[in-house]
Structures are given as C-alpha cells and as structure tokens.
C-alpha cells in the first residue's frame, strides 16, 4: 500500500506503520481551492459544521461519514459520562456488577471481590464483572484514537484548549508514544496519571498507533488491573462493605451532591468562556482604534496638541 496521503477531502487511510502519519487536516487545507472559486454557498455549509465549531477541524475541512460518526460518539460519550457520575452512588449501592460492566468502574470491581470475600457474591459474578469491566474500561481509549487518527493535531489542540500545562502534556505523550509505543498503551491504565488518559490515547492516534496494537496491549493491560482491584476488595473484605451499605443508605443525597457539583462547574466554566470572549473582543477594538475603549474612526488628540475651541 503506498504511503502517500490522500488530499481529495476523503478520510485518510488507516495506519500502517508507526511512524507519525499526515496531518489529514493539513492536507485538506491544501488540497482545497481558494474560498472565492468555491462560492459562497460552500463557504456557509463549513461554518455551520458541528466539528468546525467544536475545534475539532476548521472550517475549510470537509467532514466525511467517519467524521460525523465519530463526533456523535465523542458527544454520546459526554452524556453518558454524566449519566454514570449521577447514577455511581445507587448502582454501587444497589447493584455493582451494573456499575462494573457500564463503566469498568474500580470501586465496583472492589466491592464484589469484597461481597465475593464474605460470601454475598458468587464466584461466576465476580468473572463476569471482571471480563465486563475489562472491555469497558478501554472504550474511550479506543474513541480517543480514533478521534486522533482523523483529525490529527487539530483535535489535540481542541483538548489542550488555552492549558499550558496540557500543551506540555501533550508534547511529551507525543514524543513518548513514538519511542515507547507499547509502555504508554500500559500506563494509560494506571489509575492515577499526571496526563489525562484520553489525552494520551488522542496522541497516540496521532502518532501512528496501529488499531490492532492498541487493542492487543490496552486490552491485556486493563486485564491485569481490573483483576488486581477485584483482589483488592477480595483481601479488604468486610469493611469495603461496611462502607458500601452506607453508600447505599445515602446514595440519593449523593446523587444531589454530585449534581450540583456538575451544575456548578458548567455554570463556571461558562463564565471563564464569556470572560476570555469579552477579553478577545476588547482587543480586537484595541487593534483596530489604537486605543482601549475608543471606537470608530475617532481618535484620541495628539500630545501636544490643544483640545479648547
């Protein structure tokens, strides 16, 4: 198969190799007319694309099937991310074993190898939590790559957002995924990392990664976690469920918590955007008057220069 990158607009093909593939965007941004051969009409159908405006590719980028599949899983992602958050407390309570398969949740995997410990739990449910689990785990990882493979460094920057500390992140996932390819699969699954993990699997998209390689030792990798916090709560024992009776008990006021939590940080999150808005365009009138808070063609009077009639 050759190497070359296709620069007709269509989706790039899938990787081959390790090494770093063509910036997909990159290549449409060259392969695409000027804007005035194209008409205005093309010009508008960009603008209003759902990835343009979420950062994912520019505007001049024409989004193909995979593209729009992709975008809609990223947002389903969303919500159904927050749908868990909300429902964590009742299904840890309640119903571990749900938990486990709809999110590879470790605090559900701990406590059924706990419930396992003291008998309230067969052994078949605690194989099956853990091949649930397992698969669960990795779906966003899988998604991320996806993301990164399509839409290159474009999409990279979209997570970065204005971070200077994700940027550096991300620059050093770059340079680890392509000389350490399979340890950074591993140390996505480690619980707790100074990177964002779909972060690190975008990047990992970008890079190259082949899908099949990424399967094969993200898979077995999440295995051998999953396994470790089912032991986990299997040694600890009665008090994991001790403490998940009392998750139980309060789990509707743990609900709330949680959302208001999520409320609260949207609605600061909002405000941080309005404000950076506001600050863009006030040095945009900057630039174009010469002076803060001056619009139009006046201009301030010059040094020296007498104001009186």
């Known amino acids: 198969m050759s190497d070359e990158h296709p620069t007709d607009g269509r989706r790039p093909p899938p990787h081959g190799s390790r090494e770093p593939r063509p910036d997909?965007?990159?290549?449409?941004?060259?392969?695409?007319?000027?804007?005035?051969e194209r008409g205005p009409g093309a010009t508008a159908a960009k603008k209003v694309s759902a990835g343009a405006q979420a950062g994912f590719w520019p505007e001049e980028y024409t989004p193909t099937r995979a593209d729009h599949v992709c975008l809609a899983l990223i947002a389903l992602s969303a919500v159904y991310g927050i749908?868990?958050?909300?429902?964590?407390?009742?299904?840890?309570?309640?119903?571990?074993?749900?938990?486990?398969?709809l999110s590879g949740s470790r605090s559900a995997l701990v406590t059924i190898g706990a419930q396992h410990a003291v008998g309230l739990t067969s052994m078949t449910v605690v194989v099956i939590a853990f091949f649930l689990s397992t698969v669960s785990a990795i779906k966003l990882d899988l998604l991320m790559w996806w993301a990164g493979s399509l839409w290159?460094?474009?999409?990279?920057?979209?997570?970065?957002?204005?971070?200077?500390?994700?940027?550096?992140?991300?620059?050093?996932?770059g340079e680890w995924a392509r000389r350490y390819e399979s340890l950074v699969i591993i140390l996505m699954n480690v619980p707790v990392l100074p990177i964002p993990r779909g972060l690190i699997a975008a990047v990992?998209?970008?890079?190259?990664?082949?899908f099949r390689k990424l399967l094969a030792v993200d898979l077995t990798a999440s295995a051998v976690v999953q396994a470790v916090w089912l032991y986990l709560g299997y040694r600890?024992?009665?008090?994991?469920?001790?403490?998940?009776?009392?998750?139980?008990?309060?789990?509707?006021?743990?609900?709330?918590?949680?959302?208001?939590?999520?409320?609260?940080?949207?609605?600061?999150?909002?405000?941080?955007?309005?404000?950076?808005?506001?600050?863009?365009?006030d040095t945009a009138d900057?630039?174009?008057?010469?002076?803060?808070g001056v619009s139009g063609d006046r201009r301030p009077p010059e040094p020296g220069a007498s104001t009186s009639a």
């Open 24 to 36: 997909p965007i990159a290549a449409e941004r060259a392969s695409a007319p000027a804007s005035d």
């Open 83 to 101: 749908v868990i958050m909300l429902a964590r407390p009742t299904l840890l309570g309640y119903n571990p074993l749900v938990l486990a398969g």
């Open 236 to 281: 600890i024992g009665e008090p994991v469920v001790q403490v998940v009776e009392v998750i139980a008990r309060y789990s509707l006021w743990l609900t709330v918590a949680i959302f208001v939590v999520i409320v609260i940080g949207a609605m600061r999150k909002a405000q941080r955007e309005g404000a950076r808005a506001a600050d863009t365009a």
């Open 204 to 210: 990992l998209g970008v890079s190259g990664t082949r």
């Open 152 to 173: 290159g460094d474009v999409f990279v920057t979209s997570m970065v957002g204005d971070s200077k500390r994700k940027a550096r992140s991300a620059a050093r996932a």
């Open 286 to 292: 900057t630039v174009d008057t010469g002076t803060p």
